[in-house]
């Protein structure tokens, strides 16, 4: 057993050690605080309690910020291992698929979690800065489901990386995650007017697609206290078991198509 759980961490261990040595991150981390520096820096007609606005704006960038990095680093991580012909003496050695598989995810997860930390940092700096309290019970919740929907996708983009070329993998996994949200949205807003087909068709699309804008807290860690309390254990465990069931699909699948890919 601590053979088998050995190899899965040396590779998770070397693909966050990557990581974090490549720039990639942290020029996003830049970037992105720029980009929320310079929209907090801007005095909409002399508004009061704008803060808010603008802690919710950047907890929304920050987690997408993270997303796109997890989408990057889960889809490369195959096609490169092929590319550069590296995956070959790693699965020469006494490591099965299931565990290659299982390190490099573990690994992108995280890679991920560093990069949602530094975000994390950042923003608890600003709202500390700004003299806001902070909901820890929320934040954590909004922390720990952020990871949840996280490794939703960073699973798909594995295995979309195992049907397709890198730059598609990362492009549909990036179109997934932004459409999600607003597939549900307007299936939402519509399903009260469509008929009986209709309402069949957005139920079984409903079903189909994971809904991503169930891990995001953003809009409820900011406004906590005054409208949002935190999400009872039952609510947390319910929403960590959807994201669970989705990524163990996903991985599956991934699995499946790389035990299928001839060395």
């Not at 053979?3 to 020029?27: D, M, N």
């Not at 997303?67 to 012909?85: G, H, K, M």
Request: with cysteine; proline share 4%.
């Amino acid at each position: 057993m601590v053979g088998f759980l050995r190899s899965p961490w040396l590779i998770a261990r070397s693909v966050l050690i990557e990581a974090v040595r490549r720039r990639e991150i942290y020029a996003i981390v830049l970037v992105t605080v720029l980009l929320i520096g310079a929209v907090m820096s801007i005095d909409f007609f002399n508004l009061k309690d704008l803060h808010k606005f603008y802690r919710e704006v950047a907890l929304r960038v920050m987690g997408i910020a993270t997303a796109l990095t997890v989408i990057v680093l889960a889809s490369r991580q195959l096609p490169r291992e092929f590319q550069n012909r590296t995956i070959y003496p790693l699965l020469a050695k006494p490591v099965g698929r299931m565990a290659f598989l299982a390190g490099k995810l573990l690994g992108v997860m995280m890679a991920g979690a560093f990069c949602l930390g530094l975000f994390m940092s950042v923003y608890l700096a600003g709202a500390l800065y700004l003299g806001q309290p902070v909901p820890w019970v929320l934040f954590l919740q909004y922390v720990t489901l952020q990871l949840a929907g996280m490794l939703v996708v960073a699973t798909l983009c594995f295995w979309l990386s195992m049907l397709m070329n890198l730059d598609a993998a990362i492009t549909i996994g990036a179109i997934f995650y932004f459409t999600s949200s607003v597939i549900s949205s307007v299936i939402s807003n519509l399903y009260d007017f469509a008929d009986e087909f209709g309402r069949m068709g957005m139920t079984a699309m409903n079903y189909a697609i994971p809904q991503l804008a169930l891990f995001d807290l953003s809009e409820k860690t900011v406004h906590a206290g005054e409208m949002w309390p935190p999400l009872s254990a039952w609510s947390m465990l319910a929403v960590l078991a959807y994201g669970f069931v989705w990524s163990a699909l996903y991985f599956s699948l991934a699995l499946a198509w790389f035990r299928r890919r001839p060395l």
